[in-house]
């Protein structure tokens, strides 16, 4: 006897006489089966029927959602003594062979049950059984670890992802893990070790260096015989403009509208000797890598900067090597502090004034000197690398500066007429941008800066024609400041020799044209410090870029927005640093599907790029 037959005994009796359900059950079973019950079959129907109440009362006591939640437990067979009522009874006097199932009976019997199951059917209820059959002799089950790297990426909550579990387990059977599975799982990714406070959430850096490393080597499966270097770039920034909760801080003066990050990348693994590759990271600018070491809700300031830097520095000079006890390997590890916008640098290098530079110290008005490039030099400053994805912000923006002044011809204009024809020539400008482009430029954003971000100038740079005839600005200027920009942020090894005669030509066109305006200090730096900077690190300058912690805060944003609980401080910033962490493990990482990456037009960059 199954057990739905007795599920439908039981929800017929319980329509009709709710009271004595049991008692009437097993008289109904005995009638119908022609033979008394045995003591050990009547503990059992009523075992099974106490069953029933619970579940029914745990669905809500609603019948679709029993049977799909009890649909696999109700198709058991409960083995009764007696026959199953439902079936006629057998009789001892039936001649001829048993009867073959479906799958032991030859082609022709086959074909025959066919026939039978098709004239004796609707033609609708064939073809939805064709498509649930088709469904499930194609099923597959996904395991926990590709279930939470879904659940990663598609930043599912609790909620969504069962809603989704159920839809498809309708139809896949256990293709889905439960919900708990994947918070087994999370835990144990979840260092112990972290630190949280009403106004921060930090992790010890060996820790996260650890686990990161072992992480690693064992999704990527690699399993060197020597002793290896985990190389890493980090950094720090401030972000704006969060959202501020109806939460109390112990210390009036922190406000939770400005966060301050410092954050990690893993780079490659190399082996320091012969310094060969043996691992690379190819999403060093992807947010999926960047690992949190500390947040704070606090603005960004000079002594912060300092505080958190050495903070940090004291760190890495007392880390130790991890041992991954499995594979028997010694990791060390290898820090480059890279990921820093111009403003941090500033603070780093004791610069006063943003507009001189930070390696040889160079005042605006000195920047297009020809004996600029004489100057001493500080190359332990090459240390910090070329930002360059704020470099390529700065380049823009200096193209539109030019663009705005050229017909007053002046890098500072002072005169209220030349400002009246400098503000009409920028709005001029940006009006043919948004309509050409379909960029907003240089506007103002409450609490972000301005609109000129990463993509607007990537946009502006990839469609030069447009740009030279909107901003009057010489064709070829914009032309090299783009292959200058593409090759420093390309991730390739850049050919020394070539780049710098472009370097040097492009610094003579400018002065040429317009040497009026003052070259900005990024500008600056990279046409005439560019080559020193390239040199320095054994790594191309562009997998040293900022991108992958300036696009973090967003997500940063939004998780702390949807994914926190809301009751207490603490848990709130434990709950995103806990996001954070998951965010960016790397065995998480490496199952997700890769962003859609803006490529580099490689083509015109080729000359200026060491081939493998």
Same mark, same amino acid.
């Given at each position: 006897?199954?057990?739905?037959?007795?599920?439908?005994?039981?929800?017929?009796?319980?329509?009709?006489?709710?009271?004595?359900?049991?008692?009437?059950?097993?008289?109904?079973?005995?009638?119908?089966?022609?033979?008394?019950?045995?003591?050990?079959?009547?503990?059992?129907?009523?075992?099974?029927?106490?069953?029933?109440?619970?579940?029914?009362?745990?669905?809500?006591?609603?019948?679709?959602?029993?049977?799909?939640?009890?649909?696999?437990?109700?198709?058991?067979?409960?083995?009764?003594?007696?026959?199953?009522?439902?079936?006629?009874?057998?009789?001892?006097?039936?001649?001829?062979?048993?009867?073959?199932?479906?799958?032991?009976?030859?082609?022709?019997?086959?074909?025959?049950?066919?026939?039978?199951?098709?004239?004796?059917?609707?033609?609708?209820?064939?073809?939805?059984?064709?498509?649930?059959?088709?469904?499930?002799?194609?099923?597959?089950?996904?395991?926990?670890?590709?279930?939470?790297?879904?659940?990663?990426?598609?930043?599912?909550?609790?909620?969504?992802?069962?809603?989704?579990?159920?839809?498809?387990?309708?139809?896949?059977?256990?293709?889905?893990?439960?919900?708990?599975?994947?918070?087994?799982?999370?835990?144990?990714?979840?260092?112990?070790?972290?630190?949280?406070?009403?106004?921060?959430?930090?992790?010890?850096?060996?820790?996260?260096?650890?686990?990161?490393?072992?992480?690693?080597?064992?999704?990527?499966?690699?399993?060197?015989?020597?002793?290896?270097?985990?190389?890493?770039?980090?950094?720090?920034?401030?972000?704006?403009?969060?959202?501020?909760?109806?939460?109390?801080?112990?210390?009036?003066?922190?406000?939770?509208?400005?966060?301050?990050?410092?954050?990690?990348?893993?780079?490659?693994?190399?082996?320091?000797?012969?310094?060969?590759?043996?691992?690379?990271?190819?999403?060093?600018?992807?947010?999926?890598?960047?690992?949190?070491?500390?947040?704070?809700?606090? !603005? +960004?300031?000079?002594? /912060?900067?300092? *505080?958190?830097?050495? &903070?940090?520095?004291?760190?890495?000079?007392?880390? %130790? #090597?991890?041992?991954?006890?499995?594979?028997?390997?010694?990791?060390?590890?290898?820090?480059?502090?890279?990921?820093?916008?111009?403003?941090?640098?500033?603070?780093?290098?004791?610069?006063?004034?943003?507009?001189?530079?930070?390696?040889?110290?160079?005042?605006?008005?000195?920047?297009?000197?020809?004996?600029?490039?004489?100057?001493?030099?500080?190359?332990?400053?090459?240390?910090?690398?070329?930002?360059?994805?704020?470099?390529?912000?700065?380049?823009?923006?200096?193209?539109?500066?030019?663009?705005?002044?050229?017909?007053?011809?002046?890098?500072?204009?002072?005169?209220?007429?030349?400002?009246?024809?400098?503000?009409?020539?920028?709005?001029?400008?940006?009006?043919?941008? !948004? +309509?050409?482009?379909? /960029?907003?430029? *240089?506007?103002?954003? &409450?609490?972000?800066?301005?609109?000129?971000?990463? %993509? #607007?100038?990537?946009?502006?740079?990839?469609?030069?024609?447009?740009?030279?005839?909107?901003?009057?600005?010489?064709?070829?200027?914009?032309?090299?400041?783009?292959?200058?920009?593409?090759?420093?942020?390309?991730?390739?090894?850049?050919?020394?020799?070539?780049?710098?005669?472009?370097?040097?030509?492009?610094?003579?066109?400018?002065?040429?044209?317009?040497?009026?305006?003052?070259?900005?200090?990024?500008?600056?730096?990279?046409?005439?410090?560019?080559?020193?900077?390239?040199?320095?690190?054994?790594?191309?300058?562009?997998?040293?870029?900022?991108?992958?912690?300036?696009?973090?805060?967003?997500?940063?944003?939004?998780?702390?927005?949807?994914?926190?609980?809301?009751?207490?401080? +603490?848990?709130?910033?434990?709950?995103?640093?806990?996001?954070?962490?998951?965010?960016?493990?790397?065995?998480?990482?490496?199952?997700?599907?890769?962003?859609?990456?803006?490529?580099?037009?490689?083509?015109?960059?080729?000359?200026?790029?060491?081939?493998?």
């Amino acid at each position: 006897m199954k057990v739905r037959e007795l599920y439908n005994i039981w929800l017929s009796v319980k329509a009709v006489n709710p009271t004595h359900v049991n008692k009437v059950i097993i008289n109904k079973i005995e009638s119908n089966g022609n033979k008394l019950l045995n003591e050990q079959d009547k503990e059992k129907i009523k075992s099974t029927l106490k069953k029933f109440n619970k579940k029914w009362v745990k669905c809500s006591r609603m019948k679709l959602r029993f049977e799909s939640s009890n649909n696999i437990w109700l198709d058991t067979d409960m083995r009764l003594g007696v026959n199953d009522f439902f079936e006629e009874p057998s009789t001892s006097g039936s001649r001829g062979r048993p009867r073959k199932s479906f799958e032991e009976s030859c082609n022709r019997t086959k074909r025959r049950r066919v026939d039978e199951l098709v004239t004796s059917n609707s033609s609708e209820l064939i073809k939805k059984a064709a498509e649930k059959l088709t469904i499930l002799s194609n099923q597959s089950t996904i395991s926990v670890k590709e279930a939470l790297g879904l659940y990663v990426d598609m930043d599912l909550s609790y909620r969504t992802y069962n809603m989704m579990r159920n839809l498809v387990n309708s139809f896949h059977k256990d293709c889905f893990p439960s919900y708990k599975a994947l918070f087994k799982s999370k835990q144990e990714l979840i260092p112990h070790d972290i630190e949280v406070t009403e106004s921060s959430a930090e992790i010890p850096l060996q820790s996260l260096l650890n686990q990161t490393a072992k992480s690693l080597m064992d999704s990527h499966n690699l399993c060197p015989k020597k002793d290896i270097t985990l190389e890493c770039k980090w950094g720090f920034d401030g972000s704006s403009n969060h959202s501020v909760y109806k939460q109390k801080f112990s210390n009036p003066r922190i406000n939770d509208e400005f966060i301050f990050v410092a954050s990690l990348v893993p780079l490659r693994f190399f082996d320091p000797k012969t310094s060969t590759t043996l691992w690379e990271n190819d999403r060093h600018s992807s947010p999926r890598y960047c690992r949190p070491i500390k947040f704070m809700f606090m !603005k +960004e300031n000079p002594d /912060l900067v300092r *505080d958190v830097e050495r &903070n940090i520095s004291l760190q890495i000079e007392s880390l %130790n #090597s991890f041992h991954h006890e499995e594979k028997n390997v010694n990791v060390s590890f290898s820090m480059k502090l890279t990921m820093i916008d111009g403003a941090v640098l500033n603070v780093l290098t004791n610069n006063k004034s943003s507009s001189n530079c930070c390696i040889c110290g160079a005042k605006p008005t000195e920047m297009n000197s020809t004996a600029v490039s004489e100057r001493d030099v500080n190359e332990e400053h090459y240390k910090y690398g070329l930002s360059t994805l704020h470099a390529r912000i700065k380049f823009f923006e200096c193209i539109l500066h030019i663009a705005y002044k050229l017909k007053v011809r002046k890098w500072r204009v002072s005169k209220e007429q030349e400002k009246q024809v400098v503000s009409e020539t920028k709005s001029q400008i940006q009006k043919k941008i !948004k +309509e050409q482009l379909g /960029l907003i430029v *240089d506007k103002v954003k &409450n609490g972000y800066g301005t609109t000129n971000d990463g %993509n #607007s100038a990537r946009t502006f740079f990839s469609n030069i024609e447009i740009a030279s005839k909107i901003t009057g600005v010489d064709n070829n200027l914009i032309r090299n400041f783009s292959i200058i920009l593409r090759t420093i942020s390309s991730g390739s090894k850049i050919n020394i020799e070539n780049f710098d005669t472009l370097l040097k030509e492009t610094r003579d066109l400018y002065l040429s044209k317009y040497a009026w305006y003052f070259m900005p200090a990024t500008v600056h730096k990279v046409l005439v410090h560019g080559i020193g900077f390239i040199k320095y690190f054994s790594i191309p300058i562009g997998i040293l870029s900022e991108e992958a912690m300036e696009s973090c805060h967003k997500i940063i944003r939004k998780a702390r927005l949807e994914h926190t609980r809301k009751c207490d401080r +603490e848990k709130t910033n434990k709950d995103l640093f806990v996001y954070m962490i998951l965010h960016s493990e790397p065995s998480i990482s490496v199952l997700s599907q890769k962003n859609r990456n803006i490529s580099e037009n490689l083509n015109d960059i080729q000359y200026y790029i060491e081939q493998d």
